[in-house]
């Protein structure tokens, strides 16, 4: 039952998520609190969404980008092997996701980051974003997917047609 519950809210969560950061301008003004589903006739349960306080590396010491193994071939993951992800609206050192487009997708803003095997570390930086020092690759801004859950998860990859897994060189990857 558990399984099911999670896998109702999940499927139903990226439809959600889809929606609120899909739109021209980056961001969405759709709720993204709580959401309720109906799981078999007369059977409903609230589930709380995921999150963002379990995928954020704010406080981090050091923090180290790495390449790690996924459906997609090689892609940036942070210590823990989360993914990172690349928003195609975004130029150059500069995100263009706000409200609750950020809520969804966090920033990648450890304290202090290197570059593991296979990256370039001349491609990493940061840069202000609202008080964080984000991290770019190439000058491509770096995010989490709130609803990746474990290391290795890839949920985010091609949401709304702007989010992406990101290779070595800070690329998208959108096959």
Excluded: H
């Excluded at 499927?11 to 961001?27: E, P």
């Excluded at 950020?102 to 974003?129: E, H, R």
């Amino acid at each position: 039952m558990r399984k099911t519950i999670l896998a109702a809210f999940g499927v139903m969560s990226i439809g959600l998520l889809a929606a609120a950061c899909g739109d021209d301008s980056g961001t969405s003004s759709a709720p993204a609190t709580v959401v309720t589903t109906t799981l078999a006739p007369a059977t409903t349960t609230t589930v709380a969404p995921t999150t963002t306080a379990a995928v954020t590396t704010t406080a981090a010491a050091t923090a180290t980008v790495k390449l790690s193994d996924s459906k997609f071939g090689k892609v940036l993951t942070d210590d823990a092997g989360r993914t990172l992800y690349s928003f195609s609206k975004d130029e150059k050192n500069k995100s263009n996701c706000t409200g609750t487009c950020a809520t969804t997708w966090p920033v990648y803003a450890p304290a202090t980051i290197t570059a593991g095997p296979g990256i370039d570390a001349t491609k990493l930086a940061s840069f202000d974003n609202a008080g964080k020092k984000q991290v770019s690759i190439d000058g491509v801004p770096l995010y989490y997917f709130a609803s990746d859950t474990k290391a290795g998860d890839v949920n985010g990859q091609g949401v709304g047609g702007f989010w992406y897994v990101v290779d070595a060189t800070g690329k998208p990857v959108k096959g």
